[in-house]
């Protein structure tokens, strides 16, 4: 059985890591033979961008690319021809390893220089074939991104042997409900909305059962005005990670729902059904049959059969026909869900040779009582994918139904096998958890009735291995394994998490925590433009109220609503901030991509009430300031400020957005007073927002020190008249390309406008430190120096020395 963590932990909530949950399971009995993690060691195949497609020099079937990876630009020879210029491609970089131990090297094909490799789903892993390379939705991550990370497909695929008598186990859900009884917490079974149409089953379809013995359940619906097309992306992933290949999207469901559930089903052309009607029988002893693999098949007389009115089209439990198969043409579906005796399946499948995924539930018995549970989540994902109407009702021919005999338990006799000592309500407990249905009959007696799909238990000692194993066999003192004790190292993520934190701590700030949940009106209150990928939220199933209804793409709309009810309390000088997660959707895949962010708030007082304090109040550069230093202690380099207005939610005027080097990593400044307004705050607001994933990349884990010089320094003044419009940061660039090794600091310290500056021009005063590492500095040499400086911010920046 192939399970993958990501899938399982839509059922159930755990924070176990993948090692972790290996192990829960081993000792639950369903032992982990092989884990695999999905895209580990292929960081090194990248995002990247085809900016230039043509013909091979020397080649007719080859092309040449130049590929942008989001730091170089790369010449790549390819073969593939169903790609053109602007595709969004992976790029796998030299170095690195494709599975097979196909290691990228730099190479001349046919006379041209090749730098990488353009990777199709096949050379990735992601499939068994492939018509030509892989070409990525527009809307993934940057260029650069590690192509698994990028679509989310990096997940570990756990292969779980299963002993014979767990059939219950061949799903999804059945490992979730394992789980989730082992750790107390409750499952999430998967919903089923039904939206039925007017036309009721009965009208159009029928169903008889003639051997009830091999067959105890035969449920169907039906659905009209399908269209038979390719799967979305996240179904054909989702099924190619467990190893199951896409078909279409009416076949793709059925092999979803029946790794989802663990009950085989099968999708009939209704329109090739003869008399639109199924009947269930033995096969006549030498009736031939052709299966989906196109094989002719000779049945006996021990063999079930699904016949429509005049023939038979599929092998029960086993396989389907090729006279009744979905085709590209089929707009009538009939959704087979069935129980058959495990039995008669096994002899069929045996004799045959045909094993299937089906069969090997079948052969195991599945679970009679879930038999319209999946027929229903089936339809429902039918109508959601291939669209049509579905009929009215369903037809579900269970004859002998009856209730489930209830099994008398004894928790001493239970204590007295297990060899511990359990207290009476914890083993019933035990047993409440396994979803069984408990009542007392007697003193210390009671009646004990196992869930329908653990056909397993049978008698009291069943029960009692069942709370053994939940207590856990390693309780049991004479079987008390040797464990060691593991001690794991904070990531380097993990780390610079927890640096951030402290550092703005350490510059007064308070940390906040608010819940991931927001209200679907915050993107308004932040006047998001229409066209925002912030609008676009994922929403909650059952929220609690209105106002957290919606998971939070920003932490802005949190921080400003605890600012507002700060100020209520009149907590009046604040400086908040808050590094959580937010939730952003990925088209095409149904997990969002979960970035962190830092967002801070300052306002009121910048240094508090007190009689030795001015009373200034915190201003655009405070918030400035506190970056500046974050970003110092993080060693992310090559920082400049451009004065815009980088989101709709700043003051036009007053806010810039923050780069490293071409990179944008944030933005600061003054909250618009509309969206002021629209959080009921009163007083001016100054917020910062910086993007912490890309912090982690920019961040230098090795930091340069240099000695400090024994000589002594010597500072000259500049003062000059200088447009308003000219960029202090353009002053200190330009004393700086000066390059001379002698230039050790250069300041602004004062800034002048008014009496005697013509208007729309500032006075600057500037102060240039000059020292030198291996003599004193000459007045000579200091003042030729100075007038390099002078001369060039003349020159580059057409001032007016004063």
């Known amino acids: ?152 497909m990096k997940d570990t695929l756990f292969e779980i042997g299963l002993t014979p008598n767990r059939a219950d186990c061949l799903s999804v859900v059945g490992i979730a409900r394992e789980v989730a009884a082992k750790l107390g917490i409750k499952i999430k079974y998967p919903l089923s909305a039904l939206v039925e149409g007017n036309v009721s089953v009965e009208s159009v379809i029928g169903v008889s059962v003639e051997d009830a013995e091999l067959c105890p359940r035969y449920a169907a619906r039906y659905i009209s005005g399908c269209t038979v097309a390719p799967s979305p992306e996240w179904l054909v992933k989702r099924l190619n990670a467990i190893g199951i290949r896409s078909i279409n999207n009416v076949v793709d469901v059925t092999n979803l729902v029946m790794m989802e559930l663990g009950q085989p089903l099968h999708a009939f052309d209704c329109d090739r059904l003869a008399g639109k009607r199924i009947v269930v029988r033995r096969a006549e002893e030498g009736e031939r049959f052709a299966t989906l693999d196109g094989q002719q098949r000779l049945l006996m007389a021990t063999d079930l059969v699904i016949c429509d009115a005049e023939r038979p089209v599929a092998l029960a439990g086993v396989m389907g026909g090729e006279n009744s198969e979905i085709e590209d043409s089929t707009t009538s579906i009939l959704l087979e869900s069935a129980c058959f005796r495990p039995a008669a399946i096994r002899r069929t499948s045996k004799r045959l040779g045909l094993h299937t995924e089906s069969s090997h539930r079948f052969e195991r018995g599945t679970d009679v009582g879930g038999v319209t549970r999946a027929l229903d ?63 007392e009959v007697s003193d210390g007696v009671f009646a004990v009735i196992p869930p329908s799909y653990r056909i397993d238990i049978e008698r009291e000692v069943d029960l009692i291995e069942e709370v053994a194993r939940l207590n856990g066999f390693d309780r049991i003192p004479a079987t008390m394994p040797i464990a060691k004790v593991v001690s794991d190292r904070p990531t380097r993520h993990q780390q610079l998490e927890k640096r951030v934190r402290d550092i703005l701590v350490n510059n007064g700030m308070n940390e906040i925590i608010n819940f991931s949940f927001t209200s679907p009106d915050a993107a308004c209150k932040l006047m998001l433009g229409q066209d925002d990928p912030r609008r676009i939220t994922i929403k909650l199933a059952n929220p609690l109220v209105d106002e957290q209804s919606v998971m939070r793409t920003s932490l802005l709309p949190g921080l400003l609503e605890t600012t507002a009810r700060n100020i209520s309390f009149r907590s009046l000088d604040l400086k908040l901030f808050e590094m959580r997660r937010v939730y952003l959707p990925v088209a095409g895949d149904i997990m969002p991509r979960e970035p962190i962010f830092i967002v801070g708030a300052l306002t009121g007082s910048r240094y508090g009430a007190g009689w030795s304090r001015t009373d200034e109040l915190i201003d655009f550069y405070d918030a ?171 020159s580059k920046l057409q001032v007016t020395l004063r």
């Not at 369903?394 to 006799?413: N, W």
């Not at 340069?704 to 010597?714: K, Y």
């Not at 602004?748 to 005063?765: H, L, Q």
């Open 624 to 794: 400035k300031g506190i970056i500046e230093n974050l970003l110092e202690l993080l060693n992310v380099g090559g920082i400049s400020w451009v004065p815009d207005t980088p989101e709709p939610y700043f003051h036009p005027g007053k806010s810039c957005t923050v780069f490293s080097g071409r990179e944008r990593i944030g933005s600061v400044g003054e909250i618009h007073p509309t969206v002021l307004e629209n959080y009921g705050l009163e007083k001016t607001v100054f917020c910062f927002e910086l993007d912490f994933e890309k912090l982690v990349k920019l961040s230098r884990s090795k930091l340069v020190i240099r000695a400090p010089s024994r000589f002594p320094d010597s500072t000259r003044d500049i003062a000059m008249l200088a447009p308003d419009g000219l960029l202090f940061e353009k002053i200190i660039g330009c004393v700086n390309s000066v390059k001379a090794k002698e230039i050790e600091d250069v300041i602004i310290f004062d800034v002048y406008r008014g009496k005697g500056i013509p208007e729309g021009y500032k006075s600057i005063a500037i102060r240039v430190r000059y020292r030198s590492y291996d003599r004193t500095l000459t007045d000579d040499e200091i003042s030729a120096l100075h007038r390099k400086v002078t001369d060039i911010l003349v």
């Open 1 to 152: 059985m192939k399970i993958t963590y990501n899938w399982l932990k839509e059922f159930v909530d755990f924070d176990h890591s993948p090692e972790q949950l290996a192990e829960l399971l081993t000792m639950l009995g369903l032992e982990v033979e092989a884990m695999e993690k999905l895209g580990e060691g292929m960081d090194d195949v990248v995002v990247a961008l085809v900016e230039e497609k043509r013909q091979h020099p020397n080649a007719d079937k080859l092309s040449l690319c130049r590929v942008n990876n989001g730091r170089e630009l790369l010449d790549v020879v390819c073969g593939a021809q169903n790609f053109k210029q602007g595709d969004i491609v992976a790029l796998a970089q030299i170095g690195a390893t494709l599975p097979g131990d196909f290691k990228i090297k730099r190479s001349k094909i046919r006379g041209e220089e090749s730098c990488g490799m353009l990777c199709s789903e096949k050379e990735l892993g992601l499939a068994n074939e492939s018509d030509g390379i892989m070409v990525l939705p527009v809307a993934v991550s940057s260029l650069g991104t590690p192509v698994f990370s990028a679509l989310g």
């Open 377 to 439: 989540r089936a339809a429902a994902l039918v109508v959601e994918l291939a669209g049509g109407a579905l009929a009215q009702g369903s037809l579900d021919i269970y004859p002998g139904k009856s209730e489930p005999a209830a099994i008398e338990f004894r928790p001493e006799r239970a204590n007295s096998l297990i060899g511990i000592e359990l207290q009476r309500e914890e083993i019933i407990d035990i047993l409440k958890k396994l979803e069984c249905l408990v009542s």
